[in-house]
T-cell receptor
Framework: DAEITQSPRHKITETGRQVTLACHQT?????MFWYRQDLGHGLRLIHY???????NKGEVSDGYSVSRSNTEDLPLTLESAASSQTSVYFC????????????FGPGTRLTVT | AQTVTQSQPEMSVQEAETVTLSCTYD???????LFWYKQPPSRQMILVIR??????QNATENRFSVNFQKAAKSFSLKISDSQLGDAAMYFC????????????FGAGTRLTVKP
């Protein structure tokens, strides 16, 4: 069955380190998204992509970057991790820009100490 | 900017009873889509129901239905015959237009189901 996976599921890192969270989907969806989830804020969009080599900033993009070199993967990089980036990160994908829902991965819990 | 407000951080319902979760949103758009997602303790986000703004008829999915009031910008979720498995965080979400995938989420409502 097609799916969307994230790795690692849990990560502890130190302030200032570079961290990359992986997201891989096997649905061949054009659209992929990264969100962070924090108490009291729901999910907030970090970056998104509508296809290979396309990336766009979301609501809370500062301190994060993404690149899209193929359809299946959209890795999220924290260039210099900060304690404020401790959060649960969700990747999602959707097939096109229509009314289709977004399909979410299982999430990655990141702790920055 | 579009915002989504869920005014009930926590709700509780007795098993087999009905509960309604509230959601309001702010937009100047006429074409948009609304969603309710469920997040159980596993953290997996699961779509419960969706509504297109141009449709006057309220969406229904088995025990889940919505009360969509476009003029009031309100989109509440009604869960009938509540089951223990309905216990979860519920998020209301808004997406502007058919060619836009930027979704905005509310802060969530934690639903507890009492046996």
């Amino acid at each position: 069955d097609a799916e969307i996976t994230q790795s690692p599921r849990h990560k502890i890192t130190e302030t200032g380190r570079q961290v990359t969270l992986a997201c891989h989907q096997t649905w061949n969806h054009n659209n992929m998204f990264w969100y962070r989830q924090d108490l009291g804020h729901g999910l907030r969009l970090i970056h998104y992509s509508y296809g290979v080599h396309d990336t766009n900033k979301g609501e809370v993009s500062d301190g994060y970057s993404v690149s899209r070199s193929n359809t299946e993967d959209l890795p999220l990089t924290l260039e210099s991790a900060a304690s404020s980036q401790t959060s649960v990160y969700f990747c999602a994908s959707s097939p096109d820009r229509g009314l289709n829902e977004q399909y979410f991965g299982p999430g990655t819990r990141l702790t920055v100490t | 900017a579009q915002t989504v407000t869920q005014s009930q951080p926590e709700m509780s319902v007795q098993e087999a009873e009905t509960v309604t979760l509230s959601c309001t949103y702010d937009t100047s758009e006429s074409d948009y889509y609304l969603f309710w997602y469920k997040q159980p303790p596993s953290r997996q986000m699961i779509l419960v129901i969706r509504q297109e703004a141009y449709k006057q008829q309220n969406a229904t999915e088995n025990r889940f239905s919505v009360n969509f009031q476009k003029a009031a910008k309100s989109f509440s979720l009604k869960i009938s015959d509540s089951q223990l498995g309905d216990a979860a965080m519920y998020f209301c979400a808004y997406r502007r237009g058919i060619n836009n995938n930027d979704m905005r989420f509310g802060a969530g409502t934690r639903l507890t189901v009492k046996p």
